[in-house]
């Protein structure tokens, strides 16, 4: 039996057509499952607007926003030890997995004798790269050399001042202030 659209209006607060409340007493008297449906959604209906609303307690809004600012820096402490714990946990395991994967592959000599050749590949580099940079460098103007010198200077003196007021602004101020 299809209890389409009676189940729709048995929970629908609008008022129906005396055409639709007629079908829908018709069903609710041949429908056992409607009606028992419907009796315990009018028991249910008439618990909740038996129940009274309860009054905050005096104050309680004005206690409720003076907590508020500790709340919020509680749950940011909560959060940044949670973020930190996380991207901890996951660096570890992915340290452990890298030594697992070298031990089980290589073996501890081989390995020595790997980072050993890397690290001197990369001074070897590092001269190379000496070498073709140092001849660039002195074949400048000094005048070209003393503005790069400065422009970087600034620019390294311009970030040290932003990150200093930055690191000032949130430990005086906090985060959260607008």
């Known amino acids: ?29 041949e429908c056992r499952q409607c009606s028992e449906q419907y009796q315990a959604w009018k028991a249910v209906n ?18 409720w926003r003076a907590s508020l600012g500790e709340r919020r820096l509680r749950q940011q402490a909560r959060q940044i030890r949670q973020f930190f714990l996380i991207l901890m946990t996951a ?24 980072v050993y050749q890397s690290l001197i590949r ?9 070498h073709v940079f140092l001849p660039l460098l002195g074949s400048l103007p000094p005048v070209i050399s003393i503005a790069v010198w400065i422009i970087l200077s600034s620019v390294l003196g311009l970030l040290s001042i932003l990150w ?5 602004r949130i430990s005086h101020l906090g985060v959260f202030q607008k």
């Open 122 to 130: 990369l001074v070897i580099e590092g001269n190379h790269i000496q």
């Open 46 to 63: 008439a618990q909740f607007r038996s129940v009274t609303v309860e009054s905050p307690q005096a104050g309680f809004s004005q206690r």
């Open 91 to 114: 660096a570890l395991f992915t340290l452990l997995m890298l030594v697992i994967t070298l031990l089980t592959t290589t073996s501890p000599l081989n390995l020595l004798v790997s």
């Open 164 to 168: 200093i007021g930055s690191v000032w």
């Open 1 to 29: 039996m299809s209890h389409q659209p009676y189940d729709n209006w048995l929970y629908d607060e609008a008022k129906l057509s005396n055409e639709q409340a007629s079908a829908l007493q018709t069903h609710l008297q």
